[in-house]
């Protein structure tokens, strides 16, 4: 069996080749199987992020995993719409979202008319809670959804978690934990069950998907008071000011008092501390899920779960996933350079640091795989940037229609207005109704936009969908990616990729200081850690993908990989 440096020191091919002999290992020579797979997805935690700001880690939180386990720094999505739905639907599926379908957190249902929410189902509503969060105006994604019911069946293949669940039956316990509904179902998968925070009701709530009533031990969590116990408080520094890489930039240069630059969240404010608010103000869940608040109720919550459901206590595996989404929700709000998103990664560590030792007092680490992964990075503040010479703005896409260019398409095809159906970040859907009356050819009437979208400054790509479906597009890695991210039935006629450094800031009339979205790399770029039984620390720079991950879990177990499985299994940790 070859060495890991060895391994390290191998070409791909020659890594394949050099453990082909792995599987055929006799069943006395293999491993322990775990008893609890702990998939942990940090939400927007570019690749870069725990090297630049890890002065601030302790022991017992990344660096335990660090030091313990294998750590891949060359880490990429291959697709390009680096949102969340499909950046955690890749790790859990091992696949893009052309095959596991997930391609967008919104996209526009034609046949409705109207913009549909990926985990949204009207067949199975919530159980005992009030309904969509009407509040939740840093994430207008929940708004767009058209019923308060949400189910994973709107993903196409099977999960890990799926195939956990197959392989080992029915004792085999699977869950999914997040303050957002998207990032618990689509872990959890179909044969697992999801719970998620709703703001509107300051409680985690599931689906009739899963079941119709709650468990007892939700309501003596709830009992506990955890929520609550952060109102009429502030998120407050961790440390002193010196401690910190932006401590003497809390208030940065580039940030004005008044947008359009930066929300200053209703009560929040831009600058240290940070109020939550009394509990029965309308906004106080929403800013406790715009800090580190947010992952530390999620935590508690997932501690709970693992007690009440016994998780890791016999010997058939059992799998949780938990996706902690405050590092998001701050860097959209503060941009990743800022002292709100370093602290939030001080507060992570150690909120990581409780999962991890409640895990191990428990289960037991060495009994436990843990894969930690994220499902995008995230672009700097263009005033950022600004200040180091380098040039970056935000789009508006509600202007495009009164450019030059379109106004010429008038001439062409009519009021090019009537054209354009809808624009869904990244998507622009066309009025094939419209287009069929007119008796226009469809290919011809997308070729027209994209040829104008792309003289716009700040566009660099404009790809039709008649060019994906008929293989006329070059390769490389843009337009592959767009090839990645493309599923016939749910992406519009047009995807839209920004130069690099540009993204459209507004979420539903809030402008933020950082929207990821993009194939460039400092969205596409994430971290996995791989720590357990049998895994020998080191540290990988050899390129590696997103769609490894779940591949790389089903060969640690011995399951088959998701049904629609692109990736390669990690060698590095099947020693």
Same mark, same amino acid.
């Not at 502030?234 to 630059?261: I, K, M, N, T």
């Not at 935000?394 to 008038?410: K, N, S």
């Given at each position: 069996?070859?060495?890991?440096?060895?391994?390290?020191?191998?070409?791909?091919?020659?890594?394949?080749?050099?453990?082909?002999?792995?599987?055929?290992?006799?069943?006395e020579?293999?491993?322990?199987?775990?008893?609890?797979?702990?998939?942990?997805?940090?939400?927007?935690?570019?690749?870069?992020?725990?090297?630049?700001?890890?002065? &601030?880690l302790?022991?017992?939180?990344?660096?335990?995993?660090?030091?313990?386990?294998?750590? =891949?720094?060359?880490?990429?999505?291959?697709?390009?719409?680096?949102?969340?739905?499909?950046? &955690?639907?890749?790790?859990?599926?091992?696949?893009?979202?052309?095959?596991?379908?997930?391609?967008?957190?919104?996209?526009?249902?034609?046949?409705? +008319?109207?913009?549909?929410?990926?985990v949204?189902?009207?067949?199975?509503?919530?159980?005992?809670?009030?309904?969509?969060?009407?509040? #939740?105006?840093?994430?207008?994604?929940?708004?767009?959804?058209?019923?308060?019911?949400?189910?994973?069946?709107?993903?196409?293949?099977?999960?890990? *978690?799926?195939?956990? @669940?197959?392989? %080992?039956?029915?004792?085999?316990?699977?869950?999914?934990?997040?303050?957002k509904?998207?990032?618990?179902?689509?872990?959890?998968?179909?044969?697992?069950?999801?719970?998620?925070?709703?703001?509107?009701?300051?409680?985690?709530?599931?689906?009739? %998907?899963?079941?119709?009533?709650?468990?007892?031990?939700?309501?003596?969590?709830?009992?506990?008071?955890?929520?609550?116990?952060?109102?009429?408080? #502030?998120?407050?520094?961790?440390?002193?000011?010196?401690?910190?890489?932006?401590?003497?930039?809390?208030e940065?240069?580039?940030?004005?008092?008044?947008?359009?630059?930066?929300?200053? %969240?209703?009560?929040?404010?831009?600058?240290?501390? /940070?109020?939550?608010?009394?509990?029965?103000?309308?906004?106080?869940?929403?800013?406790?899920?715009?800090?580190?608040?947010?992952?530390?109720?999620?935590?508690?919550?997932?501690? @709970?779960?693992?007690?009440?459901?016994?998780?890791?206590?016999?010997?058939?595996?059992?799998y949780?996933?938990?996706?902690?989404? *405050?590092?998001? $929700?701050?860097? /959209?709000?503060?941009?990743p350079?800022?002292?709100?998103?370093?602290?939030?990664?001080?507060?992570?560590?150690?909120?990581?640091?409780?999962l991890? *030792?409640?895990?191990d007092?428990?289960?037991?680490?060495?009994?436990?795989l843990?894969?930690?992964?994220?499902?995008?990075?995230?672009?700097? &503040?263009? +005033? $950022?940037l !600004?200040?180091?010479?380098?040039?970056?703005?935000? =789009?508006?896409?509600?202007?495009?229609?009164?450019?030059?260019?379109?106004?010429?398409?008038?001439?062409?095809?009519?009021?090019?207005?009537?054209?354009?159906?809808?624009?869904?970040?990244?998507?622009?859907?066309?009025?094939?109704?419209?287009?069929?009356?007119?008796?226009?050819?469809?290919?011809?009437?997308?070729?027209?936009?994209?040829?104008?979208?792309?003289?716009?400054?700040?566009?660099?790509? !404009?790809?039709?969908?008649?060019?994906?479906?008929?293989?006329?597009?070059?390769?490389?890695?843009?337009?592959?990616?767009?090839?990645?991210?493309?599923?016939?039935?749910?992406?519009?006629?047009?995807?839209?990729?920004?130069?690099?450094?540009?993204?459209?800031?507004?979420?539903?009339?809030?402008?933020? #200081?950082?929207? &990821?979205g993009?194939?460039?790399?400092?969205?596409?770029?994430?971290?996995?850690?791989?720590?357990?039984?049998?895994?020998?620390?080191?540290?990988?720079?050899?390129?590696?993908?997103?769609?490894?991950?779940?591949?790389?879990?089903?060969?640690?177990?011995?399951?088959?990989?998701?049904?629609?499985?692109?990736?390669?299994?990690?060698?590095?940790?099947?020693?």
């Amino acid at each position: 069996m070859p060495t890991p440096t060895t391994l390290r020191n191998l070409s791909v091919p020659a890594l394949v080749c050099a453990l082909v002999g792995a599987p055929a290992l006799a069943q006395e020579e293999r491993r322990e199987l775990p008893r609890l797979v702990l998939q942990i997805t940090v939400d927007q935690l570019r690749g870069d992020l725990l090297d630049r700001y890890g002065r &601030h880690l302790g022991d017992d939180g990344f660096r335990r995993l660090l030091e313990g386990g294998v750590h =891949f720094v060359d880490v990429h999505h291959r697709h390009a719409n680096t949102e969340t739905i499909v950046g &955690h639907t890749t790790l859990a599926t091992g696949t893009d979202p052309a095959i596991h379908g997930m391609v967008a957190n919104l996209w526009f249902d034609r046949i409705a +008319g109207t913009e549909f929410y990926n985990v949204q189902d009207p067949d199975f509503p919530l159980v005992g809670a009030a309904g969509v969060d009407a509040d #939740a105006e840093i994430d207008p994604t929940q708004r767009a959804a058209t019923t308060d019911g949400r189910s994973p069946r709107n993903i196409l293949t099977s999960t890990i *978690s799926d195939e956990i @669940a197959l392989h %080992f039956g029915p004792e085999a316990k699977v869950f999914g934990v997040s303050v957002k509904d998207r990032g618990a179902i689509s872990m959890a998968g179909h044969a697992g069950s999801a719970y998620w925070f709703s703001k509107s009701d300051g409680r985690f709530v599931t689906s009739t %998907f899963y079941r119709d009533t709650y468990p007892e031990w939700i309501a003596d969590w709830e009992a506990k008071g955890v929520v609550a116990s952060y109102a009429d408080r #502030a998120w407050e520094l961790s440390s002193p000011p010196s401690a910190y890489l932006f401590g003497s930039r809390d208030e940065q240069s580039w940030e004005p008092v008044a947008p359009p630059w930066v929300t200053d %969240f209703p009560g929040f404010g831009r600058t240290f501390p /940070h109020t939550w608010g009394a509990l029965d103000d309308r906004y106080f869940t929403t800013r406790l899920t715009l800090s580190p608040a947010g992952d530390e109720i999620t935590v508690d919550f997932a501690k @709970a779960l693992i007690d009440a459901e016994a998780l890791g206590q016999d010997d058939v595996p059992d799998y949780l996933a938990v996706s902690l989404s *405050s590092t998001d $929700y701050v860097g /959209h709000l503060f941009g990743p350079s800022s002292l709100e998103a370093e602290d939030n990664l001080l507060r992570l560590d150690r909120t990581l640091a409780d999962l991890l *030792s409640h895990v191990d007092a428990r289960i037991g680490l060495d009994r436990t795989l843990v894969v930690l992964s994220s499902d995008h990075g995230a672009p700097e &503040h263009p +005033g $950022y940037l !600004a200040t180091l010479g380098i040039e970056a703005d935000t =789009f508006d896409f509600r202007r495009v229609d009164t450019e030059p260019g379109f106004v010429r398409l008038t001439a062409e095809f009519g009021e090019s207005r009537d054209l354009i159906l809808n624009f869904s970040n990244p998507y622009l859907y066309l009025d094939t109704a419209e287009i069929e009356a007119r008796g226009l050819d469809r290919a011809d009437v997308e070729r027209a936009v994209a040829k104008e979208l792309e003289q716009l400054p700040g566009i660099a790509h !404009a790809i039709t969908s008649s060019a994906l479906r008929s293989g006329q597009v070059p390769r490389g890695k843009i337009h592959d990616a767009v090839l990645a991210n493309f599923h016939s039935d749910r992406s519009g006629d047009i995807y839209i990729v920004f130069e690099p450094h540009w993204f459209v800031a507004d979420f539903d009339g809030l402008t933020v #200081a950082s929207a &990821h979205g993009s194939p460039w790399s400092y969205d596409t770029h994430v971290p996995i850690i791989v720590s357990g039984p049998g895994i020998e620390p080191s540290r990988v720079a050899r390129r590696v993908e997103t769609v490894d991950v779940a591949p790389t879990i089903a060969a640690y177990l011995g399951t088959k990989p998701p049904s629609g499985s692109l990736g390669q299994p990690l060698v590095e940790t099947l020693q």
